[in-house]
C-alpha cells in the first residue's frame, strides 16, 4: 500500500526528482513557522505588487481617460499650427485672441479624407469641423473666444458638449444657435435664449441665439455652432480646415497620424504631443509602480535566501548523511531550489489571490456622486489579470534565485566537516 | 594497454580467497592547518569480501580518518584507495558518489536518520536517491530486512518515536539498502547502551553472515572487536597489530554465503 502523496508524486513529478522533491517537500511541510515565514514573505511581495499596480495603473487610466474623453485624439488639418483647435488646461494662455484677418487654410477634398479616415484601423469616429477665432460681444466688451462648428451628433461624441450642459441643449442645435461656456455667459452676462453677436478673425459677423450653457470646469472653452454658421463666418464656402478622429487606442496615436500623414497631405496631430507633460507625468507613476514591485520582490527575495540558509545550516548533518549515501552535490541543491521553488509557488498564489481581494474591495467604494455625472470609484483601481500573472511569475523567479546561493552552499558541504 | 598474446582476461580467484572490496597502499593523511597534523603513515590494508574487520585505537588515533578515506569521503594525503579494484582518486565528484551509493554503506555513532521520514522511508534513502522511487522488489526486500532486526512493527514510525537501539538498527538496514560491497560502521554502538549495543553488533554480524557483505567496524568496545574475524589495532599513525588472523580464515571457509531474500 502506497502512501497518496507517493501517487501523487509518481504521476507528476519525473522519476529522476522524486527524491529531490520528496525531500523538499518534507522540509516545507516539517518546517513549521519558518515554511509559514517564507510564504508569507513571498506573499506579501506579491500582494504589494498586484496591489500597487492595480492602483498605480488604475489611476494612470483614470488620468488619461479623464484627460482624453474631452479632446479629440487626432487633429488632421492644413500644415499650419494655428489656430489652436482646443484649449491646453496646461496653458490658458492659448485661448488668447489671434489677431489676424487671414483666411483659414482649408482641406478641400474634405469629404473623401473623412471616408478614407473612417476606414483606417483604431479610428472610431470622424468629424468634420470648421474651428476658428472670434470675438463674442454683448453690447460693448468683446471677449475673445474659439469658435467651433461641426455636426453636434459627431462632436459631441468626440469633445461631449451635451454632458457638460449646465442649462439648455446642444444636440438639436440649428442655425443661428450658439452653445458657450459659463466663463462667457459670464462675461458677458447672459443666459439662454438671450441673442450674442461673434465676430470672426476674417471680420465676418453673425447674431447667435444662447441655445444652451455648458461648464467643463478647466478654463475658457469653446462656442458651439453649426457647420454651415461657421463656414459662412470663416468664409470657407464648403469646405472645413479641420477633422477631428476619435481612436480606440489612445496610446496608439502616433503610428496613426504618421500613417494619416503619409496617406493625406496634411498634418496629423495626436493628442500627446500637446499633452506631453500630463504624459511624461504618467509614464513617471508607471516607472514608479515598477520599482515599488521590484523593490518589493527583492526585498521577499532577501527574506527567503535568509531563511534558506538556515535551513541549510540547520540540515547540515542531513545533508552530509545524504552525501555519504551517494546523493551528487546537483541533488542536494535541487532539494533547497526546489524547497524555494514550492514556497515561491504556494506564496505567490496565496498573494495573488489576497493582492486581488484586497484591490476588488478597494475599488467598492465610491466618492459622493456629482449631480447628473455617473458615481467615481475612491480609489481607481484596475486590476489587470497580465499584471498578476507577472507579479506571479516575476515572485517565482527570485525566489528560485534566492533560492541558488543557499543551494549551492548546501551542495559543496563536505560529509565529514557536517557529520561529527 | 598492448597485449600480444592472447591471454585470457578471466581472472582466477582461488577457493576460499574471497575477492579484495577495499585495499589501500601507502595511505597517508595529514590534516593542514595553523598546525599540521598527522594522522596516517601509509597503511596497507586489504578488506575482502565476507569478512568482519573490527577496527580499535586509542581516541585521535586515526580510526574516523581511515574510515572516512576508505568510503571515499576523504581524500587521502598520499597513497591509492581502491575500491573494487578501481582507484578512486581518478573519480570524479558524480563517480565518487555513485560509488558511495552503489558500493559502500556507512552507519555512524549517531543514527542520522531523516526526521522527514519514516523507518522504512529512511532505510529506502539510498535507493531513493540513486532510482528517484524505490521498485517493488526493493521494497520487498528492505521490508524483509527490516524484519529480520526487528523493526517490522515499526516501519511507519519516524525516528523521534523509536529507540536508539531501534533507530540504529534501521541505520543498518538503511546501509545495506543498495545492496553495497561494505559497510563502514564507524562506533555504531556508541551512543547505545551495553544490551542494545550488542543487539546492533548481533544483527551487523548476522548481516554479514547471510548476505557477504564486508563490515569495517570502528569499536572501543573489547568484548565486540574480539568477535570480529579480525582486528586492526592503528597507533602511532600506523597498523601494530592484526590479531584473529587464523580465526577470519576459518570463517571464510566454512561460512556459506547465502543472498538475502
Ligand atoms: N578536520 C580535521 N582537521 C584537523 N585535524 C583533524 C581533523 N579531523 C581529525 N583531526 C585530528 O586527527 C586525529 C584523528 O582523528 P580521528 O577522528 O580520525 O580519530 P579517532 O581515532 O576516530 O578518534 P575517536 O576514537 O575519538 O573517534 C585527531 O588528532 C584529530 O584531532
Ligand atoms: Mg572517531
Keep these: 500500500m502506497k502512501p497518496f502523496g507517493d501517487i501523487v508524486i509518481s504521476a507528476l513529478i519525473p522519476k529522476a526528482y522524486r527524491f529531490e522533491f520528496r525531500l523538499a517537500m518534507r522540509h516545507l511541510l516539517s518546517g513549521g513557522l519558518q515554511t509559514i515565514l517564507t510564504i508569507s514573505a ?118 461631449p458638449i451635451t454632458r457638460d450642459l449646465v442649462s439648455g441643449r446642444y444636440k438639436s442645435l440649428s442655425s443661428d444657435e450658439i452653445v458657450i461656456d459659463t466663463e462667457l455667459a459670464k462675461d458677458l452676462n447672459v443666459t439662454v435664449g438671450e441673442r450674442i453677436r461673434l465676430t470672426s478673425s476674417s471680420n465676418q459677423a453673425d447674431s447667435f441665439t444662447v441655445a444652451g450653457i455648458y461648464n467643463r470646469g478647466q478654463g475658457r472653452g469653446s462656442a458651439y455652432v453649426t457647420l454651415r454658421n461657421a463656414q459662412s463666418l470663416f468664409g470657407l464656402g464648403t469646405s472645413v480646415n479641420i477633422v477631428y478622429l476619435k481612436v480606440h487606442d489612445i496610446y496608439a496615436v502616433d503610428d496613426l497620424s504618421n500613417s494619416i500623414m503619409a496617406l493625406t497631405k496634411y498634418e496629423a496631430r495626436p493628442w500627446t504631443r500637446d499633452y506631453s507633460r500630463n504624459l511624461t507625468n504618467m509614464q513617471m507613476m508607471g516607472i514608479s509602480a515598477y520599482l515599488i514591485s521590484a523593490f518589493s520582490l527583492i526585498a521577499s527575495a532577501f527574506a527567503i535566501a535568509s531563511v534558506l540558509i538556515v535551513s541549510v545550516l540547520q540540515k547540515s548533518a542531513q545533508i552530509g548523511i545524504l552525501k555519504s549515501m551517494g546523493a551528487r552535490q546537483s541533488q542536494i541543491s535541487t532539494v533547497f531550489v526546489f524547497q524555494g521553488l514550492g514556497v515561491a509557488i504556494i506564496g505567490s498564489s496565496v498573494g495573488a489571490v489576497v493582492g486581488t481581494a484586497i484591490a476588488y474591495l478597494l475599488s467598492l467604494p465610491t466618492r459622493p456622486a456629482v449631480a447628473g455625472q455617473e458615481p467615481l470609484a475612491l480609489f481607481p483601481v484596475k486590476i489587470i489579470p497580465l499584471y498578476i500573472g507577472l507579479a506571479m511569475l516575476a515572485a517565482i523567479i527570485t525566489t528560485v534565485i534566492a533560492a541558488v546561493l543557499p543551494a549551492r552552499r548546501a551542495a559543496k558541504l563536505n560529509p565529514v566537516d557536517v557529520m561529527r | 594497454m598492448a597485449s600480444t598474446t592472447s591471454t585470457p582476461i578471466t581472472e582466477v580467484i582461488p577457493i576460499g580467497d574471497p575477492p579484495i572490496v577495499i585495499e589501500t597502499r601507502g595511505l ?44 571515499a569521503l576523504d581524500v587521502p594525503t598520499a597513497g591509492t584507495v581502491l575500491v573494487n579494484g578501481v582507484d578512486i582518486s581518478t ?64 516501519i511507519n514510525k519516524h525516528p523521534d518515536e523509536m529507540s536508539g537501539g531501534q533507530n540504529q538498527r534501521c541505520a543498518i538496514v538503511r546501509a545495506l539498502a543498495n545492496q553495497p560491497k561494505i559497510v563502514l ?77
Design chain 1, 42 to 159: 513571498v506573499a506579501t511581495g506579491v500582494i504589494i505588487v498586484v496591489f500597487i499596480t492595480s492602483l498605480i495603473f488604475g489611476l494612470q487610466n483614470m488620468m488619461s481617460v479623464l484627460l482624453t474623453e474631452s479632446i479629440p485624439h487626432v487633429t488632421v488639418q492644413v500644415e499650419d499650427p494655428k489656430p489652436k483647435p482646443i484649449e491646453d488646461p496646461n496653458n490658458p494662455t492659448s485661448s488668447r485672441i489671434e489677431v489676424s484677418a487671414s483666411r483659414l487654410k482649408f482641406i478641400d477634398n474634405w469629404d473623401e479624407v473623412v471616408t478614407m479616415l473612417r476606414g483606417l484601423p483604431n479610428v472610431s469616429d470622424v468629424a468634420a469641423v470648421v474651428s476658428g477665432q472670434g470675438f463674442a460681444s454683448k453690447g460693448a466688451n468683446p471677449i475673445g473666444v474659439t469658435v467651433v462648428g461641426a455636426d453636434p451628433e459627431l462632436l459631441d461624441v468626440i469633445t
Design chain 2, 28 to 71: 597517508k593523511k595529514t590534516y593542514f592547518g595553523k598546525i599540521d597534523v598527522p594522522v596516517l603513515f601509509g597503511l596497507d590494508i586489504e578488506i575482502r569480501a565476507r569478512e568482519f574487520l573490527a577496527i580499535v585505537g586509542q581516541s585521535g588515533s586515526g580510526k574516523s580518518t581511515l574510515l572516512n578515506i576508505l568510503g
Design chain 2, 91 to 154: 573519480l570524479d565528484e558524480d563517480g565518487l558518489a555513485r560509488l558511495r551509493s552503489d558500493e559502500v554503506g556507512f552507519i555512524f555513532q549517531a543514527h542520522y536518520l531523516l526526521d522527514e521520514f519514516t523507518c522504512l522511508e529512511n532505510a529506502l534513502m539510498p535507493i531513493t536517491i540513486r532510482h528517484g522511487e524505490a521498485s517493488d522488489e526493493d521494497r520487498e526486500r528492505v521490508l524483509k530486512l527490516l524484519e529480520r532486526v526487528g523493526l517490522g512493527d515499526q
Design chain 2, 185 to 261: 560502521a564507524d562506533e555504531p554502538t556508541g551512543n547505545l547502551d551495553s544490551r542494545s549495543g550488542a543487539e546492533v553488533f548481533e544483527m551487523m554480524r548476522e548481516m554479514n553472515r547471510l548476505s557477504g557483505v564486508a563490515f569495517v567496524m570502528i569499536t572501543h568496545d573489547d568484548r565486540l572487536a574480539q568477535a570480529a574475524d579480525r582486528i586492526l589495532l592503528i597507533e602511532d599513525g600506523n597498523i601494530v597489530e592484526i590479531t584473529n588472523d587464523e580465526h577470519k580464515k576459518k570463517v571464510d571457509r566454512l561460512t556459506p554465503v547465502k543472498e538475502l531474500a
